[in-house]
């Protein structure tokens, strides 16, 4: 069992920038891939970037070049490094955990993004 807490969401003016903040609760050095997700309201949660075990990473089209996922196997975290944001970034934030054809989710950290 992996559990996972977020931290980071905060007020942001647009433009702006936020660093979200995943903490595990056991080792993620052997987690297939890690991923932050987001969910606006009356949206399907989506897909913001993801990142396996060998460090490759995806980003969809509407955050490439904005957004970076890191991870440090060490302190058994994973990091949303997000830049330029903008007002359609709001939603809840989540992070997630992909291993051995199991799915586990942190309870999400609110981004606002104020106007």
């Known amino acids: 069992q992996v559990q996972l807490v977020e931290s980071g969401g905060g007020l942001v003016q647009p433009g702006g920038s936020l660093r979200l903040s995943c903490a595990a609760s056991?080792?993620?050095?052997?987690?297939?891939?890690m991923g932050w997700y987001r969910q606006a309201p009356g949206k399907q949660r989506e897909l913001v970037a993801r990142?396996?075990?060998?460090?490759?990473?995806f980003y969809p089209d509407s955050v490439k070049g904005r957004f970076t996922i890191s991870r440090d196997n060490a302190k058994n975290t994973v990091y949303l490094q997000m830049n330029s944001l903008k007002p359609e970034d709001t939603a809840v934030y989540y992070c997630?955990?992909?291993?051995?054809?199991?799915?586990?989710w942190g309870q999400g950290t609110q981004v606002p993004s104020s106007s």
């Open positions: 056991g080792s993620i050095f052997s987690i297939d891939v």
């Open positions: 997630n955990a992909a291993h051995n054809s199991e799915n586990y």
């Open positions: 990142i396996t075990n060998t460090y490759r990473t």
